[in-house]
């Protein structure tokens, strides 16, 4: 690896880069690039420090994106090893972490492992930041999601209702997610309804 890559501007202009890459669904290359990000932020300034944190959740991304999820689940695992190591088990980047797991697994199609992994992780929200927080609201909504998917309608329809009553005190009526949460209950009801 060349010793440009060591200069903290040199890395992040390569994250940046990584980022167009994957948003032009260029994925692979770049996975590449986060590759040698991570191993320089790592040699550069260790396991624990934010931005390796926050390569290993770019890389992590981006290989979800292209199926690879055993290696995310890693990655992960390790981002929410560190943060209850620095954090604690309620900080808000450790529950971050947690839900990215969580999702991983659920696109992965590990349903019943997503299941209590977005129970726990909502569970301690409402615990650290109470009810009606977005994320919060957001872990609900994964919830609900997964219960649906597994079948459970009647349960994701009772979860979709009670997300609609909050998202609409906390981000309005009109709101984007208000309105997905509105389509989902939708969803939800009528596949209660014909199963």
């Known amino acids: ?44 300034q260790g396991e624990r420090h934010f931005q390796t944190i926050n390569a290993r959740s770019g890389l992590a991304r981006s290989l979800r994106a292209i199926h690879q999820y055993d290696e995310c689940f ?63 609201l957001r872990s609900r909504s994964s919830l609900a999601n997964t219960l649906a998917t597994l079948g459970r309608h009647d349960e994701a329809a009772k979860l979709h209702q009670k997300i609609i009553e909050d998202r609409v005190r906390v981000l309005g009526s009109d709101h984007e997610r208000t309105e997905l949460s509105r389509k989902r209950l939708a969803t939800s009801r009528q596949a209660a309804r014909t199963s």
Request: overall charge positive; hydrophobic content about 40%.
């Open 74 to 136: 890693l990655i992960y695992s390790e981002n929410i090893r560190i943060h209850q190591e620095k954090l604690g088990p309620e900080h808000p980047q450790t529950l971050r972490s947690l839900s990215r797991l969580a999702n991983t697994y659920f696109a992965a199609g590990r349903y019943e492992d997503a299941r209590p992994m977005f129970e726990e992780i909502l569970a301690r929200r409402v615990k650290a930041l109470g009810r009606k927080h977005p994320d919060t």
């Open 1 to 44: 690896m060349s010793q440009e890559i060591f200069n903290g501007s040199a890395l992040s202009l390569k994250e940046a880069e990584a980022r167009e890459l994957h948003s032009a669904k260029r994925v692979p290359e770049a996975v590449a690039v986060l590759r040698e990000v991570l191993a320089a932020r790592l040699e550069l």
